[in-house]
């Protein structure tokens, strides 16, 4: 089992950039795949972009794709979602959440599919 934890939310301007982190307890870590979501206000949560365990292989929603970035340092524990050209819109709780899947290159959109999540971190994007 591993407990995860978010931070680096906070309070940004449009146009600005934030780095979100993901801190993952627990030695397996690297065999995991991990997931970003976010839930605006009074919406369903959606799906931001998935990292596998060999982190060569990033998958995104398109929505996302070309203004946010996932990454992961294994021996850190660590996964990372860079996020810059902040818009309004953008204002959400951001999650992370772990899969284990032993595919290489696994990576996964579908939010049931994850079994550990992270408390979440707010991040406002402000006009």
């Known amino acids: 089992q591993i407990q995860l934890v978010e931070s680096g939310g906070g309070l940004v301007q449009a146009g600005g950039s934030l780095r979100l982190s993901c801190a993952a307890s627990g030695p397996t870590f690297s065999t995991y795949v991990v997931g970003w979501f976010r839930q605006r206000p009074g919406k369903v949560r959606d799906f931001v972009a998935s990292?596998?365990?060999?982190?060569?292989?990033?998958f995104y929603s398109d929505s996302y794709e070309g203004r946010f970035t996932a990454s992961r340092d294994n021996a850190k524990n660590t996964a990372y979602l860079e996020m810059n050209s902040l818009k309004p819109e953008d204002t959400a709780i951001y999650y992370c959440?772990?899969?284990?899947?032993?595919?290489?290159?696994?990576?996964?959109?579908?939010?049931?599919?994850?079994?550990?999540w992270g408390q979440g971190t707010q991040v406002t994007v402000s006009s």
């Open positions: 990292i596998s365990w060999s982190p060569d292989r990033v």
């Open positions: 959440a772990a899969l284990y899947c032993s595919a290489y290159g696994c990576v996964s959109s579908i939010d049931h599919e994850y079994e550990y």
